[in-house]
């Protein structure tokens, strides 16, 4: 039964029959029909809203039949952002609980090969040695800060600071644009 029904029950002290999901569903949508309001209701909202932000900016209001268009992202915030992610992911990469290919799209062939040859090494050595110290040395990585500079027009270098079980380190990275998309070029982790 229900939460809802529950709820009910307990308030009037009457009992409730048992009640479906999908009766619940109808009974809502039928009373919100009722009341007035449909589906499209929602989208016309966030098309007013829409034109209210346009305004607000300065720009012309998109028409009624128009979708709303996106404003752009800082650039800045998704360099940092994809700098952040592109490294956490690194790090799981190098602790062997993430697959190398997830990062394909992200970094160049160069770097996305030194660091398979790193996680390869790591797990080649760990095996050898059974070193339990070497078992943890990637685990529980987090990143604590990141930094970026904007060397050219489309081109970023960013550097962040690391944390694992171990100890903490340097993660130096280079980002370019190309084609309306970042890549990492450079990949250099301490």
Not at 13 to 18: L, R, S, V, Y
Not at 45 to 54: D, M, N, T, V, Y
Request: hydrophobic residues 40%; glycine residues 6%.
């Amino acid at each position: 039964m229900p939460v809802e029904c529950r709820r009910r029950t307990h308030q009037k002290g009457k009992a409730m029959p048992a009640v479906t999901p999908i009766r619940v569903l109808r009974r809502r949508t039928e009373s919100n029909a009722e009341k007035g309001f449909t589906p499209g209701t929602a989208s016309q909202a966030s098309l007013r809203q829409g034109q209210l932000r346009a305004l607000e900016q300065g720009r012309s209001t998109p028409r009624p039949g128009e979708p709303v268009r996106l404003r752009a992202a800082d650039e800045e915030a998704e360099v940092r952002a994809l700098t952040r992610g592109t490294v956490q992911a690194a790090m799981e990469v190098l602790a062997g609980i993430r697959p190398v290919h997830q990062l394909a799209r992200r970094l160049d062939p160069r770097c996305l090969a030194a660091l398979q040859h790193r996680a390869a090494l790591i797990r080649r050595e760990i095996t050898r040695t059974g070193n339990p110290a070497l078992g943890r040395l990637h685990r529980n990585s987090v990143v604590r800060s990141v930094r970026i500079c904007e060397v050219a027009e489309g081109t970023y270098e960013a550097s962040a600071v690391v944390v694992d079980d171990v100890r903490a380190r340097a993660v130096a990275i280079r980002l370019e644009r190309s084609k309306q998309v970042w890549r990492v070029t450079e990949l250099v982790i301490g």
